[in-house]
C-alpha cells in the first residue's frame, strides 16, 4: 500500500466493494479461487506484479523439479499449544532454562516466522490447516472432548485431497482432534495411511491420581468417584477411544486401548509409536517415483510427573516434553538426510496456538499475552519455522503477516495440485511460495480475521489490531492496538487511533458480505466410534451414551 | 552446587559464615579483594578448580599478549533504558518493528548475555560499572536531576583509575550522570581525556513545547512559566550545565550549553560529536604502544519529535533513535576493523537498565515485567553484548548470572591491573574472565542483590529469587520467584519454596553482617560546577541557589 499512487486509489475506490465479493479475474495461479474480500482488495491492487512474480517463481520451481525429477515432498510437523519465542531462539532457551538445539537450528538454517498466525484452539487450527480455510467455516470451532459425536464434515476438501489427486502419497500421524465420527477419520479425509488421536491428552495423562496432583485437578480418575451416593457410571468417559488407524477407504482399528490399567503407559506408547511411524513414513517412501505429504501433528505433552526423570533447569515435565519434540524432529530431519532428500522437502514445524497457560509453572506467555483459546496474540501468534535446503536463504526472519490457512495453498501451488482445489467455496488459504522462495517482505496477505470459537474477536490489518467483542462497557468494540508498539496489547489506543475506526468498520462490512454469500457448514454431529472394527463393549456403552443424548435427550 | 559432594557440604557447614566474613586466603587472582560474603562461600567451594582455571586463562592471555605486543584494548558501550530482547535478536526486531543488524550481528559473532544484571536506573549502574561496587556503597544510589549539589566521591577507586595505573590509555565520552560536584567529573576520576554529562537527557528534549506535547508533560518551557502571579524565577533551574570536557588533572570547560535558543539543537550536535570523540580516540589510540580503556555511554536518545524524520515501522522517535545507536555502535566496530585491532579489543555493549515504562509507546516490557527503578527483572535484566574476535566462541549465547560490577574486576584482571584495585573495602565485582575465554557456564556468580535506591528490595540466588519488600499486607516478605518457570515474576510462589525462606534469610543475614563491617560511603555533597573556567551567569545563579539550599535551607 505505501507504494501505490493516490491517483490509481481513488479509480480503485469505487469498484472495490464489488471486486471484494466477486474475486478478481487476473491471470494469476490462484485467481480462480474464491479468497475473503480483503484479500480480493489486495488482488486488485498487486494482480499484475504477483501475476508476474508467479512467472519467476514458476521457473524457479520447474529448474527444481528438473534436478529432483518429482514435485517437492512436504512434511507439516505440528504441536500444541506452545508460546512464541521459547523454541527456536537460543537466548530464550537460556531464560526458560530449557533447551531446543534443532529448533534453534532450524530458525539459523531456514525461516523463523514472526507473524504466523493460527485459530486460537487446537481443534480450529488443525481444521484450519486441513481445509485452508476459518474453521468456523467447516463447523469446526469449538474443542471438544470425550464424550463427543461431531467432526469434521466429509465434503471438506482437505489438502490430503488435493495433494493425492495430484499424486502424491500421504499420511498422517498422530493429534487429528478432528472429531470422533467416521467421516472425520484422517483415511477417509485423503490420506492413505493413518494413525492418529481422536481427542487431545487430557485423558490419558490424569487418568492416574498421581497425574491428577501435579495439576491440582480432581475427580477424574475411578478411584475418586463419589462412592456415598449413587453414581452415574457414563458420566466419566471411560470407554473413549484415543487412538485409531485406518488406510484410505478402509476400516479403523483401535491401537493401544487406554484402558484403566494401562493409560498412561499406552499413551506414553503412542508417542512413541507416531514417531517411529512418522520417520519409517519417510523412510518407505522417499525413494518413491511420486513426492509424499506427511502431516506428523506429535501428541508431545505428558505432564504427569510418574515415572518422568526431569533434568532440566526448568524442572516441568513440560519442558522435558518440548525437549522431547525438538530430538524427534531432529530424528526427521536427520531421516530426511539420510534418505538424500533434504534438499527436495520443505518442513514446517510449528504450534497450533498459544500456550494453556491454565498449567501453571509450565506452559508460559513469554512474548505475547495471552494463551490458547484467546484471541490476543499469545493465542494466536506462535512458534514456526521452515526448512527447505538449498532454496530458503538460511537464517531468514520473516515478519510478515502468515496464517497457517495458506499453507493449504501454498503446498497445493508447490504439488502443482491447485486445479483441486474447491472453487465453489471460500479458501482463506493465500498462495504464499513467494516468501519461501523470496523471503522477508513477500507475503501476500497484511490481515487476519480472529474468531474464538464461533465469534469473530478481532480483525488484523498490517500493523494495527482491533477488538470486535469485550471492552469497556457503554464504549464497546474500543480495543485498538498499534503491535509494533504494544505486541502485549496492554494498552488500548483507541484515541490514537480513532482514524481507523472507519476502515477497520470496512474489513468486518466486507467479511460479513462474503460471509452471508458463502455460508458456514453447521458443525457436523454423528454417532461416534463407527467404522471402528475392534470396538471395545466400554467404548459401545460410550456410543450409546452419545446416540440417545443426540437423538432424545436422555 | 549440583555436583558438589555431600561429606564436602557437611564439613563446610560450620565455618562457612567465618570465611564469609573474612574472605578466603586461596592463591586464586582475585584472593586480595574482599568480595560480598556470597563470594567468599563459593570462593571455598571452588577456589581450588577456579586457581587451576585462572592458570589456563593466564596461559590465554599471555599467548595473545605474546601475539599483539601488548594488553587487550577495552571498549564499554553503554546506552540508557532498553527493554532485553528487542536489540540483538532478529526475531524480536520484527517484533517491535525496527532493525538493529549491528547488535544482531554483534550477537551471531560474540556474546549474548542472558543475565546480566545492572542496578535498576542509570546513576547508580555507571557508578556500578565505574566502582565494581554496589552504588550503595558509595552513595549512588539515587537518580538526581538539576539543581543537584552531590556526586561520585574522590575516594572511589574508579576502573579508569586502576587501568590507568597499569598504564592504559582512558577516555570517557557522553553520559556520566555521576553529579556535579568536581570530585566527581569525569577527568578526576582516572581519564585522560573525557566530555560527559552531567545530568540526564530529560532537560535538553523537553525543553521546546513540542517536546513536551509528544510526552503529554506540561509546564517545563519558559512559554510555560505561570504568568498571573508572582514567579519565583530560580524555581526552573534554566542555568544547568548539560556537559563538559576536561583533561587529568585540569580545569573543565562547558561545551555547547543548552541555552534556550540553541538546547535541543545543542543536545543534538553532542550526540554526533561524542561519537565522533569515540571513534577519533580509538583513531588516534590505536597504535600507541600501551592499550586504551574507551567508556563510551551515549545518551542516545531524544524523544522530541521536532525535525526528526521517522522511517521505522515502529513510528516512534524511541525506534528511531535506537536505530541510530546501532549505526553508531557499526561505527565504532568498523573503526576497529579499520585500525587492525578488532582482534586485540573486547567491547561490552550493553543498556544500563531497562525500559522507562513511563514513555508509553516506545519503551517497552518485551520479556521481563518491570522497567528502569524496579527490582523485579525488567528493571535490571539488560541487553547484553560482547565481542572480541578470535577470542570470543562466535555465537556464545551465556545464561550465566553476570553482572555490571563484575566488568570492573574483569577489564583489571585482562588489563593485569588487578593489584590496582584497592582491598580496603568490598568489591562486588568478580573476575568473569572464564566466560570471556570459556564461554557459557563459566561465571563464578550464582547471586545478586539488588537495591533500589538504599534499599535492599530483592535477592538472587541461582534460579530463585526472593523480594525483601512489599508484597502482601500482613504476610510481608513473602514474593519467592522461579525465575526459569516465571521470568516475568506473575505469580509469586512462597507455598511451593517454603524450603528456601531459610537459606534466603542466611543470604541475607550473610550480606547484611558483611555491610555492618564495611558501611557504605553516605552520599557526597557539595556545592555544583565548581571547576568549570566558563561558567555562564545564569549557571552562577543555579550554584548559588544549591548552595544556600544545602547551607541555610533558605
Same mark, same amino acid.
Given at each position: 500500500?505505501? /507504494? ?30 474464491? /479468497? ?39 512434511? /507439516? ?378 465469534? /469473530? ?98
Amino acid at each position: 500500500m505505501r /507504494h501505490y499512487k493516490h491517483n490509481t486509489l481513488a479509480k480503485l475506490a469505487a469498484p472495490a466493494l464489488a471486486v471484494a465479493l466477486t474475486g478478481s479475474a487476473s491471470a494469476a495461479t490462484s485467481a480462480k479461487l474464491i /479468497h475473503d474480500a480483503e484479500q480480493n482488495l489486495l488482488q486488485e491492487q498487486f494482480g499484475e506484479k504477483w501475476a508476474k512474480q508467479d512467472g519467476e517463481l514458476q521457473k524457479r520451481l520447474d529448474a527444481l523439479y528438473k534436478k529432483h525429477g518429482k514435485r517437492p515432498n512436504i512434511v /507439516h510437523i505440528m504441536w500444541d499449544d506452545n508460546s512464541f519465542g521459547e523454541v527456536g531462539i537460543k537466548a530464550f532457551n537460556k531464560i526458560r532454562g530449557f533447551d531446543t538445539p534443532v529448533l534453534n537450528k532450524m530458525g539459523d538454517e531456514g525461516i523463523t516466522f514472526t507473524r504466523m498466525y493460527t485459530e486460537p484452539s487446537c481443534t480450529p487450527t488443525r481444521a484450519a490447516a486441513l481445509t485452508g480455510r476459518l474453521a468456523v467455516r467447516s463447523g469446526m470451532y469449538t474443542v471438544a472432548f470425550p464424550p463427543e459425536g461431531s467432526g469434521l464434515p466429509g465434503e471438506e476438501v482437505t489438502i490430503a485431497e488435493v495433494l493425492s489427486a495430484a499424486g502424491y502419497n500421504t499420511a498422517f500421524f498422530a493429534k487429528a482432534h478432528q472429531g470422533d465420527i467416521e467421516e472425520s477419520y484422517m483415511h477417509n479425509q485423503g490420506f492413505d495411511e493413518a494413525q492418529f488421536s481422536l481427542y487431545n491428552q487430557f485423558p490419558p495423562i490424569f487418568w492416574h491420581a498421581d497425574g491428577e496432583a501435579g495439576m491440582m485437578t480432581n475427580g477424574y480418575t475411578p478411584e475418586m468417584t463419589e462412592k456415598n451416593y449413587l453414581v452415574d457410571s457414563t458420566w466419566r468417559p471411560y470407554g473413549y477411544i484415543m487412538d485409531i488407524e485406518g488406510k484410505k477407504g478402509g476400516k479403523a482399528r483401535e491401537t493401544l486401548p487406554p484402558t484403566l490399567d494401562a493409560t498412561l503407559e499406552n499413551y506414553r506408547k503412542l508417542i512413541d509409536m507416531h514417531q517411529e511411524k512418522a520417520v519409517d513414513f519417510i523412510k518407505r517412501k522417499a525413494k518413491d517415483k511420486n513426492p509424499f505429504y506427511l502431516a506428523y501433528w506429535p501428541n508431545v505433552y505428558d505432564l504427569n510427573r510418574r515415572g518422568q526423570e526431569i533434568t532440566t533447569s526448568n524442572s516441568s515435565p513440560f519442558a522435558q516434553n518440548i525437549e522431547r519434540l525438538d530430538r524427534h524432529i531432529g530424528e526427521i530431519l536427520a531421516e530426511l538426510e539420510k534418505q538424500g532428500i533434504a534438499e527436495n522437502t520443505l518442513v514446517i514445524a510449528m504450534a497450533d496456538n498459544g500456550p494453556m497457560t491454565e498449567v501453571v509453572g509450565a506452559m508460559y506467555q513469554n512474548v505475547f499475552n495471552g494463551g490458547k483459546g484467546d484471541y490476543r496474540e499469545g493465542g494466536i501468534r506462535v512458534a514456526a519455522f521452515a526448512q527447505w535446503k538449498g532454496v530458503i536463504e538460511p537464517g531468514t526472519v520473516v515478519g510478515d503477516i502468515f496464517a497457517v490457512h495458506d499453507l493449504y495453498t501454498t503446498f497445493a501451488r508447490l504439488g502443482n495440485a491447485m486445479e483441486h482445489i474447491p472453487t465453489d467455496r471460500i479458501i482463506d488459504g493465500i498462495d504464499q511460495t513467494a516468501v519461501f522462495l523470496e523471503g522477508d517482505g513477500q507475503s501476500r496477505r497484511d490481515y487476519y480475521h480472529v474468531y474464538t470459537g464461533p465469534v /469473530h474477536a478481532a480483525s488484523i490489518k498490517q500493523q494495527y489490531k482491533r477488538v470486535w467483542i469485550g471492552g469497556r462497557p457503554g464504549l464497546v468494540k474500543n480495543d485498538f492496538y498499534n503491535l509494533y508498539q504494544d505486541p502485549r496489547e496492554m494498552r488500548g489506543m483507541m484515541a490514537q487511533m480513532l482514524w481507523a475506526w472507519g476502515p477497520f468498520d470496512m474489513v468486518k462490512k466486507r467479511h460479513d458480505a462474503m460471509n452471508k454469500k458463502y455460508p458456514f457448514t453447521p458443525t457436523r454431529h454423528g454417532v461416534p466410534f463407527t467404522g471402528i472394527e475392534n470396538l471395545r463393549p466400554e467404548s459401545k456403552v460410550y456410543q450409546e451414551t452419545v446416540r440417545k443424548t443426540m437423538n432424545t435427550g436422555k
